[in-house]
């Protein structure tokens, strides 16, 4: 079937961009993209029920019906690896945050020691 | 005021390496006040230049950490063990004198003369890491489940990465300067383990597996990590490496 194929190389190919996308805002974009597409799609797709029928044919799918789920089926994982890349981002902007926080206190306990040190000496 | 001569000055550069001083040991730490103590002042002993990474304690491990002579470094927030090791091998190489980073665990189960044992191999050869094996060395009190679990995530490694490790899981390792500047830990909690054997070979790092002795205590079990974490290892590690093509 077209569509296996056609979904399959989709899903592989938008789950190496989430995941490798060194760009935030290109990464932003493309779901904001996605995001409308779906929504295009969703609408049309509820307005001119006949045409998911007249698009699945060629691609070797009996009834629209199908091509909504083989859709949706589809698009959900994907969003689901969006959401994670984007946590995944987060992770590692806190982890570096968290890091700078934790060798200033270090450096300043170091100065806090010393002074002590100097404050104790006969 | 101190003595202001340095070191090397006063003991030699033969010294140096004797005593230790150009060796910074991590030590991870995370709700093990009733252990870290005891684990750092043994350690102290043999090593003068330890790190202990808090890594957000809910309990006194601060408070014991602080009433010793390591380098206390706090993370703020609960963040992981791999980014605790990061945060300690950040701060050793911040250390001029360090050419050598051990990586040793707070819950009591590494042995030190392992340790010293493996810093001395890294001193008299050319490898670039040293890696503690406790399956060329023994095991103690290792459960049959556990062995199992350990034994397949050391399978899946060796499919994944080609590199031939008995025991990628250990954490008992010994890097070079130059090999530590390199490692760049990332990975969340233990998938850290999956991520040094993957620079090890992205780097081409020359390594050795020295058989070490692990004791574990029920202390050490209950700390540990739970068999079902080698799911979520492997996940991370998975989306790791499709994260980097």
């Known amino acids: 079937l077209i569509i296996k194929f056609l979904l399959g190389i989709g899903f592989v190919g938008a789950a190496v961009f989430f995941l490798s996308a060194k760009s935030a805002a290109l990464l932003r974009a493309w779901q904001k993209i996605g995001f409308a597409l779906f929504v295009g799609c969703a609408l049309i797709a509820v307005m001119f029920p006949n045409l998911t029928t007249d698009i699945a044919e060629p691609l070797g799918v009996k009834r629209g019906a199908d091509l909504l789920i083989y859709i949706t089926a589809f698009t959900l994982p994907i969003f689901g690896l969006a959401v994670y890349a984007k946590f995944r981002v987060e992770y590692l902007r806190m982890v570096e945050l968290a890091r700078r926080v934790a060798f200033l206190e270090s450096e300043l306990d170091a100065v806090r020691r010393e002074a002590d040190l100097l404050h104790n000496e006969p | ?245």
């Open chain 2, 1 to 245: 005021m101190g003595c202001t001569v340095p070191f090397a000055r006063r003991f030699g550069p033969q010294d140096v390496s004797i005593m230790n001083q150009d060796v910074t040991i991590v030590m991870p730490v995370y709700n093990e006040a009733t252990i870290v103590r005891s684990t750092l002042t043994h350690l102290l002993d043999r090593f003068p230049r330890v790190v202990a990474v808090d890594d957000g304690s809910r309990d006194r491990s601060v408070l014991e950490i602080a009433d010793t002579d390591a380098r206390l470094v706090r993370h703020p927030i609960n963040l992981g063990q791999g980014a605790a090791l990061q945060t300690g091998i950040r701060a050793a190489l911040q250390d001029p004198r360090t050419q050598f980073i051990g990586l040793f665990d707070a819950d009591g189960q590494h042995n030190l003369d392992d340790l010293s044992r493996m810093v001395d191999i890294l001193r008299t050869s050319t490898y670039d890491v040293a890696l503690g094996s406790r399956f060329t060395g023994t095991a103690t009190g290792l459960t049959t489940t556990r062995k199992a679990m350990l034994k397949a995530g050391a399978r899946y490694l060796r499919m994944t990465t080609g590199l031939p490790i008995s025991d990628p899981h250990n954490g008992l390792r010994v890097f070079r300067r130059n090999a530590a500047e390199t490692l760049n830990i990332t990975a969340p909690d233990f998938s850290h383990a999956n991520q040094i054997l993957d620079r090890i070979r992205q780097q081409k790092l020359s390594y050795i597996e020295v058989p070490v002795n692990i004791a574990y205590t029920e202390y050490s079990k209950a700390k540990g990590q739970t068999s079902v974490n080698f799911i979520n290892i492997t996940f991370d590690n998975l989306i790791d490496r499709m994260a980097r093509r």
